[in-house]
């Protein structure tokens, strides 16, 4: 926020925060929840878990 409010002020400010918006819905969209709250942690692996699942398939 600081490099846009350094670039082009509040008008820098508001356009950063619409492109964090949108990337914010955009990654709600393709993880299938509605909102933050929707997540959890149950389908995410540790990345330790996802090797040996990897592997043993």
Do not use: K, N
Request: glycine share 8%; with cysteine; aromatic share 4%.
């Amino acid at each position: 926020m600081l490099f846009a409010v350094a670039a082009a002020g509040e008008a820098g400010v508001q356009h950063a925060l619409a492109l964090l918006r949108a990337e914010v819905d955009r990654t709600l969209a393709l993880a299938g929840v509605e909102s933050v709250g929707g997540f959890s942690a149950a389908p995410v692996l540790r990345r330790t878990q996802a090797c040996v699942h990897a592997a043993s398939s």
